[in-house]
């Protein structure tokens, strides 16, 4: 992915360079990759960074290093801002829970039973309750398909 499509994500969610840059901003560089997962996902043009799977659910070690390095005042529109957004307001054990369960569900389509006990594999404090609202939410918002 071109710093383009970064920047105008970064335009987007209002998010300075240098802020990623802060030590304490764990959360937020966290939260970044997490709505650079979903719109890699869902088809938002120039996000084709390589995501593996970490403790907090899909990690891009290239996401990461790209973004330390951004000097460049951020700028550009992306098509899907609306979802990015959206995303973005989620608190981010929201995000873990829903990034993790878009990287597993191909596998276990049909079977939500199955899906959550793989989720739980990654997110041991994952209750079923949350589980099936956070699936819920991205089945609503078409994120998921039913």
Request: charged share 30%; glycine share 8%; net charge positive.
């Amino acid at each position: 992915m071109g710093n383009e499509k970064l920047l105008a994500l970064l335009n987007t969610l209002g998010i300075k360079p240098s802020e990623l840059k802060r030590e304490e901003n764990f959360g937020l560089r966290m939260r970044l990759q997490k709505v650079a997962y979903l719109l890699q996902y869902i088809g938002e043009q120039g996000f084709d960074y390589s995501f593996s799977t970490y403790f907090r659910g899909p990690y891009s070690v290239d996401l990461a290093k790209t973004s330390s390095l951004l000097t460049e005042t951020p700028s550009g529109k992306l098509e899907r801002s609306e979802e990015a957004l959206w995303f973005f307001a989620r608190e981010l054990e929201w995000l873990n829970i829903a990034t993790t369960i878009m990287m597993l569900e191909g596998d276990y389509r049909g079977r939500d039973g199955d899906l959550f006990r793989a989720v739980k594999q990654y997110r041991e404090r994952t209750t079923e309750e949350q589980f099936g609202d956070v699936l819920r939410v991205l089945r609503k918002r078409g994120v998921l398909r039913p």
